[in-house]
């Protein structure tokens, strides 16, 4: 009966024990498996992240309407609306893009531009400004030498709009209204002439007509009277 009884104890100890070592395994095995799946989560969350394409930005740029030549002021590629603004990829702008055209104020075209071309700062230079640059369609440039008193040389300049009349011994002829002075030096000044303007100011002045210039305001100028208007002096 002793004997049985011992027995009887060792048993259910080894019993407790084995029990006791399969919670211990259970435990370690849940402890390891939160581990990886967190190991897992965050591998994954970090691959998330470092391949997500980041949202795609983009940029105002602007390009040429049309065909801009190349010596084109940009006084005529603003007024002839040779420009628009685009919004592209800003992987698609490419260097030197302009998004203000300001950029450009008072240079010219320095090379041919296509239609659909991104202007660029590199595209326009303040170098190569020619007469010519300013010309388009039926307009020519013509110098006519003139007086300070008579052409307010003392006072215009390249920009400058004036009115030209041509006086005689019979009165005054408004010859042109509105004309801009494309240069000026020491009395020697290019106007910008249509080509029948051309004629009237050869004819007036082998007529002996005086040529007299009127400046006109630099914005809001009004016309009273019409070219070809005559006054004639009172007898």
């Given at each position: 009966?002793e004997?049985h009884?011992r ?5 259910t ?5 084995m029990s006791?070592?399969?919670r211990?395994s259970?435990?370690i ?9 967190g190991?897992?989560?965050?591998f994954?969350s970090h691959?998330?992240k470092?391949?997500?394409p ?9 390009v040429?309407?049309?065909y ?10 603003i ?21 203000d055209?300001?950029v450009i104020?008072g240079?010219v075209?320095?090379a041919?531009?296509a ?7 590199a595209?326009?230079?303040h170098?190569?400004?020619t ?6 369609g039926?307009?020519?440039a013509v ?9 307010l040389t003392a ?7 004036i009115?030209v ?6 009165g ?6 509105d004309?801009t002075?494309?240069?000026?030096t020491?009395g020697d000044?290019?106007?910008k002439l ?16 005086t040529?007299?210039?009127?400046l006109?305001?630099?914005t ?11 006054a004639?002096?009172a007898?």
């Amino acid at each position: 009966m002793e004997a049985h009884g011992r027995f009887g104890r060792t048993g259910t100890s080894r019993s407790g024990q084995m029990s006791s070592s399969r919670r211990g395994s259970a435990l370690i095995a849940l402890i390891a498996a939160l581990i990886a799946g967190g190991l897992i989560y965050l591998f994954v969350s970090h691959y998330n992240k470092t391949n997500t394409p980041s949202a795609a930005t983009t940029a105002t740029v602007f390009v040429a309407k049309k065909y801009i030549p190349a010596g084109t002021p940009e006084t005529q590629v603003i007024s002839g609306n040779l420009l628009k603004s685009e919004v592209v990829p800003s992987t698609q702008v490419i260097t030197g893009a302009i998004s203000d055209p300001s950029v450009i104020t008072g240079e010219v075209a320095s090379a041919s531009i296509a239609a659909g071309q991104q202007i660029t700062a590199a595209d326009f230079s303040h170098t190569n400004v020619t007469i010519s640059s300013y010309l388009t369609g039926p307009y020519r440039a013509v110098v006519i030498q003139i007086d300070p008193v008579h052409g307010l040389t003392a006072y215009i300049g390249v920009g400058s709009t004036i009115d030209v009349v041509a006086t005689g011994k019979g009165g005054s002829l408004q010859l042109f209204n509105d004309v801009t002075v494309l240069a000026n030096t020491a009395g020697d000044v290019v106007l910008k002439l249509t080509q029948a303007q051309v004629l009237a100011l050869t004819n007036a002045e082998q007529e002996g007509l005086t040529i007299w210039f009127a400046l006109r305001p630099l914005t809001g100028a009004t016309n009273q009277v019409p070219h070809n208007y005559v006054a004639k002096i009172a007898s």
